[in-house]
């Protein structure tokens, strides 16, 4: 598997919350990825970029909050998530970076 570019453009960041963390244990990570990234190219991504083997990717849409902000109305972006499961045996430390 060669790295392209495109791959770091298609994994934004992991997710490190407690929920995340708890998966973390079942062998799934969590990242948020590129709105238009499909499933095979967030899984091609992640193969490349950590040299793992994934078993499956689940993705969610998060829509965007209106919120306000000193008195203005404001909106949020909305945030693709992607939950990677893993083969087992294989990790990802999140923590080292790329």
Sequence with gaps: MTTNLAHYD???SPIVTEKATIQAEADKVVFNVLKTATKPEI???VEALFKIKVRSVNTL???G????????LGKQD???????????GSRIDITTGL
Aim: proline share 4%.
């Design 10 to 12: 298609i994994i934004r």
């Design 43 to 45: 899984k091609a991504a």
């Design 61 to 63: 849409v998060r829509k």
């Design 65 to 72: 909050k209106v919120k306000r902000f000193k008195g203005f």
């Design 78 to 88: 909305d945030v693709k998530k992607a939950v990677v499961t893993l083969e087992p």
